[in-house]
């Protein structure tokens, strides 16, 4: 049994499928499917149970799926600790789309000028999934917002940030001096879609103040839950960062009056993962670039 062998397992596990796996690792099918069955020899027991068009693990593959991750975790924390300049390496960053374009290229550009022979590989997805790859050691940070659904990531707050009304420009509220929860409370809301979490932050701030927004669309990304609102389909509540993007006479955003909807966006990581010097530069950076531009 050797390491590459444990590789090709965990992708094959992953992905379900012999092709697929087959595909990201550079690897004929046959070539890979002789690889598993040799480890399966080695062990006894399949591994996978092989169906029509996918393959799922057997009870011994979910145990050997346990161990083998953690095999592969040891040996690669192993190989940064050796390697460790503070310098040089690869960093894994996620964090979720309706952070990602707003907050990282900059921070990015910062800090490969800073560190320009740092491997800065960028992942963007929703908080559950990120939350789970720090946890298994797939990513070294992400940045999200709370609430993070789960106890073993160490969580480090960054900063509030507001979230501001946006209206088409020809919306009656945009002459009020004034506008609170209550005046947009019959109003039909553009939202993201159930898998982002800032869905859930503007329901559940609303709802606490007995307000049930009306969703009448949804969308996937944050820009096209603008423009929806510009083509006067309903308003909503977008982050102070994608609003201060926003150079377009298309929308119009105005701050609630009386408690205004918030997030705190957080930056997470896996405390029992070897830290790197250059992970923590770049958590470092982080608090920098929050203070230079979110303070």
């Known amino acids: 049994m050797d ?4 590789a090709y397992f965990q992708c094959v596990a992953e992905t379900k499928n012999f092709t697929h796996a087959a595909e990201r690792l550079s690897l004929s099918q046959s070539a890979l499917s002789r690889a598993i069955q040799r480890l399966e020899d080695e062990v006894g027991q399949p591994l996978f149970e092989r169906k029509p068009r996918c393959v799922e693990l057997t009870d011994a593959g979910l145990i050997f799926q ?6 592969l975790l040891i040996v690669e924390d192993m190989k940064a600790e050796i390697c460790d300049d503070g310098q040089t390496g690869r960093l894994r960053i996620g964090a ?5 374009p707003y907050f990282l290229p900059e921070l990015l550009r910062q800090f490969a000028d800073q560190f320009p022979n740092a491997n800065l590989i960028v992942q963007e997805d929703t908080t559950d999934n990120l939350v789970r790859r720090c946890k298994q050691g797939e990513l070294d940070v992400a940045i999200l917002a709370l609430p993070i659904p789960t106890k073993y990531v160490e969580i480090d707050n960054l900063f509030d940030e507001e979230l501001s009304l946006v209206m088409p420009p020809d919306h009656p509220l945009t002459k009020k001096k004034q506008i609170r929860l209550s005046d947009i409370q019959h109003e039909p809301f553009v939202l993201l879609n159930e898998a982002h979490c800032l869905s859930d932050n503007i329901v559940s701030f609303c709802r606490q103040r007995s307000v049930h927004p009306l969703a009448v669309e949804r969308a996937n990304q944050l820009a096209m839950v603008q423009e929806l609102v510009a083509l006067s389909h309903g308003v909503s509540l977008i982050p ?4 201060n993007l926003d150079q377009t006479d298309r929308r119009v955003y105005r701050s609630l009056s009386g408690a205004k909807p918030k997030r705190t966006v957080v930056a997470i990581w896996n405390p029992y993962r ?4 250059l992970l923590i530069r770049f958590r470092e950076a982080i608090h920098d670039y929050v203070s230079e531009h979110f303070s």
């Not at 390491?3 to 444990?6: E, F, K, P, S, Y």
């Not at 102070?240 to 609003?243: Q, T």
């Not at 070897?274 to 010097?277: G, I, K, L, T, Y």
């Open 3 to 6: 390491m590459d062998q444990l």
């Open 66 to 71: 346990s161990r083998a991750e953690q095999i």
């Open 96 to 100: 979720i789309p309706t952070i990602a």
């Open 240 to 243: 102070e960062m994608a609003k």
């Open 274 to 277: 070897f830290q790197s010097q």
